[in-house]
Structures are given as C-alpha cells and as structure tokens.
C-alpha cells in the first residue's frame, strides 16, 4: 500500500496525495493551500492568465452529476495552470449503475490521464476512485453526495481570512439545509482544523442531521439566538425539491424562520461578513438586500474559487 | 460406515457434555458416546486429540442464491461453504427470484440440495407471493413440501393490516413466522445506522426506531394473534429492552442476531467500506455491547452467519450503491469463538448459540449428539489460526469486512449422517 493506511489522503510522507475531504488533514496542509492560493490570486489578476505548473499534464473532469459552477471554475483554474482539460459529463441514468464508475476511470486511465476531477452523487464515491486509479494519479473531490465538497469549503475559508485575518477569535454560524449539505461538512471539518472557537448550525431539526454535535458545533433552531455576535455568516442553499417533501412546509415560512434578512443579519456583529456558496435561491434563504448588500463577500468567493483551485491541482502535481 | 472419532474434547450442550470422551458412529447415527457398543469395529478412526467434537453446527439464516441470482452464487459453492464451516443444517430465506413461494420450488431447492449431499437444507417460505407483501402464500401446502418457518426476508409488508392477517393465517396451522422488524418507510432510503458515522460521512441513515417502531407493532400482534414469532437480526439495544419486557409479559418471541453485528459497530465503516453496508446495519459500539451480552444471557437464542454471498462487482460500488450483505457460513464458527473468548462466554454455552439452540428455534431434530440422534459433527482445532482471504475461501461471495484478519477456529473434519463430507481442506465427493 503506497497510501497511507490511516488516511487515504496522504502519501507515506504525509503529503496530500488526494483531495477526498477536509477531515483528518492536518492544519498545516490547509494553511499551505491558502497560502498558496493567496499566490495565485495574482495570477488570476494578470493580463496574461497562465502559468505553466501543470504544463503537459491532463486534467479529467469527471462530472457523474450535472454542475456548471464548479465544473467551470476547475476548468478555468487547470488551464490558468496549462494543463489540457477534458470534459465529461456522465449521465449515470443510462448506464447500469454505478458498476461503470471504475470501468470509465481504468478507461479513462489508460488515456493517460493524470488528475481525476470527480463529482458523484453518492457519499464516498470518490474514495472508491482513489482507491482503484494507478499511484500516480490524483483525484480531487469536486462534491460527493452529502459527504464533502472540499474546494468549496476551502475557497470559504480563503473567503474568511481575507476579510478576517484570523480564525481564532471568531464566532461563525452555518445556516440552513446541513442534513443535505456536504458544503456544511466541509466547512465545519475546515473550521475545526483551522482553530476556530465556536462553530453554530442553524436550521429546523427536519434539516439537521441527528447527532451532528458529534461533529463540534452548538446546535441552534432560533436563527435569532444563532445569529448573535456571529463574526461569519455561511448561508448554504436550500434545494427546491425538499419543499416537495416532509421536510419543509413552505418556502414562505422557511424563509420568515430561516431566511437571512436585514434585520436578523443586524443582530450579528456589525462587521460580520455573508457567504453563500451559491447557486442562490433569493428571497428563500437570502434575501436579496443582504446577498447585493455590504456584507456580502459572495462574488469575492467566486474568484477566490479559481484561485483555491489551481492551489490545489498544484500542490497534488508537485507532491 | 462405522466411525470412530478419538480423543477428542466432546461439547455437546444439549447433553451438558463438556470432557475429552470418544463418539462411535454407525449407519448414519450417533452409536454410542463415551463407551463403545458391544462388538464394535471401526472402518475408520479420526484422531481428534487436542481438537473439539461438537455437534454440526445449525445456522438461522444462509443465502444459497439459488434459484435465479446465480452469478452471485451457487448452491454448490454455499454447499461446499457451508460444509467447510462446519455447517450441517441451515435455514435459508425466501428472498430469491424467484421467490420461495410456491411448493414447486421448495421441493426443487431441496432436491438439488440432497442431491449434493452437504449440508441438510431447510427452505423459510415466503409468507406473500413474491413477497410483495400483498397475498398470502399457500403457508400449509409450503410447509408439507419442506418449509420450516415463513418470511418477508427483507422485504416490507404493504400495511400492518397484511401483518396481521398473516399471523393469524400462520397461527391457524401453527406455522412460525419469522420476521425481520423493520418500518420500510423509517428505513427509506438509508445505508448506515444513523449515529456519528453516518452524520459524519453524508451517509443516508436508518434510525433504531426503525427497528423499535417495527418491533412494537410485532410483539403487539403477536400477543393479539398467538402466532410463534422469531425475530430476525435484532440490531439495537433498545430492541432488545423491548423483547426483554414482551417476555416478561408472556409473549414467546424467539430472536437472533447475526454474527458480525457481535464484533461490529458504526465505526468499522471507516472510509465507506462496502463490505460493512449490510441489513440492519452495523449499530453503535453500546448497541454491539448490548447484543454481545444478550447472547450471553440467553435473550438472545442464537446467532446466524446471516451469510450473503454478493458479487465482487456490486460490492465495487460507492456505498449507498453496494450491494447489502456479507459472506459469513465459513465465519461462524471462528467468530463464535472470537466472542465466547472476549466476552468470557464458556465455550459450551458458545457452541449452544450455533448448535442446538438455532435447532430449538427451527423445532428441528438436530444440533445434538444424543445416541441414536443423526450423526451430523463437525470436529474443529480451536487453537489453529487462519487467515481470512478471499482464496481461502469456498464461499463464492468474498465480501467480508474480515478480509485480512486472522481468526482462530479451523474446521478439521464435518460429518453429516455419518458421512464425512468435509476433511482438512476438501470437500468429499
């Protein structure tokens, strides 16, 4: 085993071999990211966009669920490296399954590919990748079911030290759908890690995962009482189809509890910042004075994407 | 034939025999123990020094995938499993396709069975046709061609309405019902016990009280109707609690567990390890504590292997999407062992929980050594170490969250109806 065995992330020196999840990395590992990234962001500013870190390798971007924000934004940030990136959307429906998800990789391997960019809409797909793929090949988790989505929760806490230095004083609250979030997972692994002191989660306990204290975080139901003194604000999308359901009565009466407003937003610090990872559902969780409003940093996190992303393509290629 | 088997430790629970004694086997039974018969003369003598002599072990639940999931497995590669692990009666469920609900396909299961000669078959029958859980099965007819007992496998019932009604259908020809409490729509969905683990990974979960909501409404029945229930794969505590306080008020409900929920808790999941998505699933570390005392105690009556054989391709999946189940006949035994020995259990009482009591449970005349019972013996070295491989293994499913680990506990010799089927690493044709 070339891996090691205690994390399947990292090589036997302890490097990121794998972008799987936020949990279990070191904080050092996370602040070489950032660090990073803060290089690249540079890079993103130029007149000439490019730099040739990845010059000659080929980047798949496998995408077993549709995506157009972050399949875009990895694409963006492979070329800004010179890499070849090749596209692919697979619709999982026509197929017999999941059984094809390691033929298309051993397929798609034997191209010569040399990072694995993958969506999936089951919790841990990416691990069963990384497990089969050849040792010199990376895969980076680009969102799999609710389990992670570590680009997004790093680009967020890029987000957060670039308006807050430090993570150490602050108070953050994660608001809305955690039950169904594998951003939420992220961001709350990513905080822990980070050192920062007190993570909140919002929400209706139909959206909460039972036990999710069990992950570090003060559990809230009244947004109001959630919302008091946070630093951070991380709103987290509220998909249309789990109005169809149990979970939810209305968006109307979702968005009187749980939707962020200016006047609940007022209860926060007066410096506290909003983020969403987007897309954004105005006037269900956000409204649209706070999304376009002065604490809003949630275009800032779009850029920053491409930025996260080329740190992390870069650290794998040269790891 | 006349068998001699020597020197070997004899544990025959049934009997309260626990002492090195010889077993002298005639005509497919059991001739004589201890002393020999007047006249005796064996064709053949097996050393069993240092080793244990036990009845053929009996097991509540075995997938044999025949007929119809084939490629899964066969039923001479689970025979030939089942044999290897000391097996020699063993219930398998209707959860096959298609399904056993029609006496045809009892009586072909179990000549197919016989005509391997290995371990003795015993078909559940399927309580609804096609376990559609909508009509019932011809349960009288079923039970003449051969079924011990009637099931749903793992399959809802369309209301409890249906539950009802078939057990009090079974209760009418006294036929037992052996049932697997799960609430399908508490279930929906979910791969993983909803727990740390599950909250952590993003995996789907499904809550205890899928289990307890299921069970109340069982033990509720079965008290109204006066149908012999058995309960299939109790995964929880509180389950169990339940089960405790409906004895206590009188009804006689059975239970078993499975083998690997004994060991294994939430946690072993790990990074999505497939061989670990199972039904029920893998509870916490105070569910698994309770379960391992439970059997301890006897509220428990016995553990299963709950064998599953499973392609290694619908196990190559991501979690949600593998295929449930784990391969376990060849498991048994050693992990029977593996708890006696962590949970201080003596060895004769361990031996019971796979022996004679899942024969009681059956109502079967088995899992003894009495003279003049079937000569069905499995003889073992508890001090021989093995190591779970996937070669190592007759079972066609390989999937097994033991995959690498060495347990100790190695089938020597399997005798059924004074035959020796099974001998230190083949199987007798």
Known sequence: MWLNASNPQLNKNGELHHLLTLEGLPAGILWQILDTAKSFVGVTQREVKKVPLLRGKAVFNLFFEPSTRTRTTFEIAAKRLSADVINLAINISSQTKGESVLDTVANLAAMQADMFIVRHAASGAPYLIAKHVAPE?????AGDGRHAHPTQGLLDMFTIRHFKQDFSSLRVAVVGDVLHSRVARSHIHALTTLGCPEIRVIGPKTLLPRHVETLGVHVYHDMRAGLKDVDV???????????????LASAQEFYKYYGLTEDKLALAKPDAIVLHPGPMNRGVEIDSSVADGAK?????????????RMAVMSILAGN | MKIHIKGGRLIDPKNGIDRVQDVYIAAGKIAAV??????????RTLHATDQIVCPGLVDLSARLREPGFEYMATLESEMDAAIAGGVTSLACPPDTDPPLDEPGLVEMLRFRAKTLNRARVYPIGALTVGLQGERLTEMAELRDSGCVAFSQADAPLADNHVLYLAMQYAATFGLPVWLRPQDPALAAKGVAHEGQVA??????????????????????????????????RISSAEGLNMLRRARHEGVAATCDVAIHHVHLSEMDIGYFDANCRVMPPFRSERDREALRRGLAE???????????????????????????????????????????????????????????????????????????????????????????????????????????????????CTIIEGQVVYESGTAKR
Request: aromatic content about 6%.
């Open chain 1, 137 to 141: 090949i990376h895969v980076i988790n």
């Open chain 1, 233 to 247: 604000v991380m709103m987290l999308r509220l998909q249309n189809e789990r109005m169809q359901s149990a979970l």
């Open chain 1, 296 to 308: 809003s940093v949630i275009l800032p996190q779009v850029t920053f994407g491409i930025a996260i």
């Open chain 2, 34 to 43: 201890g002393e020999p018969p007047k006249g005796w003369s064996a064709n």
């Open chain 2, 199 to 232: 909250a952590r990974l993003g995996l789907p979960p499904i809550p205890v009280f899928a289990e307890t909501a299921a069970l109340a409404v069982i033990l509720l029945l079965a008290r109204e109707t006066g149908a012999r229930i058995h309960l299939c």
């Open chain 2, 298 to 412: 006897g509220l428990v009556d016995a553990v299963c292997s709950d064998h599953s054989p499973v392609d290694e391709d619908a196990k190559q999946l991501p979690f949600s999407e593998a295929e449930e189940g784990t391969t376990g006949l060849e498991l048994l035994l050693p992990l029977t062992l593996k708890w006696a020995a962590e949970c201080d259990v003596p060895l004769s009482k361990a031996i019971g929980r796979i022996t004679t009591d899942p024969a009681r449970v059956m109502e079967i005349d088995a899992g003894h050594l009495s003279p003049g019972a079937a000569a069905d013996v499995c003889i073992f070295d508890p001090n021989r170490y093995w190591k779970v491989e996937p070669a190592a293994l007759k079972s066609q499913g390989k999937n097994t969250p033991y995959v690498g680990y060495e347990v100790a506990g190695r089938v020597t």
